[in-house]
Nanobody, 114 residues
Framework: QAQFVESGGGLVQPGGSLRLSCATS????????VSWYRQAPGKQREWVAR???????TYLDSVKGRFTISTDRAKNTIYLQISNLKPEDTAVYYC????????WGQGTQVTVSS
């Protein structure tokens, strides 16, 4: 059984919006916060957003004000709402636990292009 299943990506124009979803196989906030990461072609995977068990959130500077991480504990789902998409947001997006690393899912592709 996959630990994480990401979905919701797609091809969008600059300035557009997307809502990414991450279904997990475990109850969220059991012993860790949750994070979103992204990886562009030829680049290292980078952390972009985190939600802690106390509800506080932290973001990569370049996505502040545009990305919002949220959770639905009843559905074991993590979300990433993205607005004002930019070409540099193009990447495969992944979710994972913040304090311990589980198995990586397949990710979901976000492509921002005119």
């Amino acid at each position: 059984q996959a630990q994480f299943v990401e979905s919701g990506g797609g091809l969008v124009q600059p300035g557009g919006s997307l809502r990414l979803s991450c279904a997990t196989s475990e109850s969220i906030f059991s012993d860790s916060g949750v994070s979103w990461y992204r990886q562009a072609p030829g680049k290292q995977r980078e952390w972009v957003a985190r939600k802690n068990m106390d509800g506080s959130t932290t973001y990569l500077d370049s996505v502040k004000g545009r990305f919002t991480i949220s959770t639905d504990r009843a559905k074991n789902t993590i979300y990433l709402q993205i607005s004002n998409l930019k070409p540099e947001d193009t990447a495969v997006y992944y979710c994972n636990w913040a304090s311990r690393t589980g198995s990586w899912g397949q990710g979901t592709q976000v492509t921002v292009s005119s």
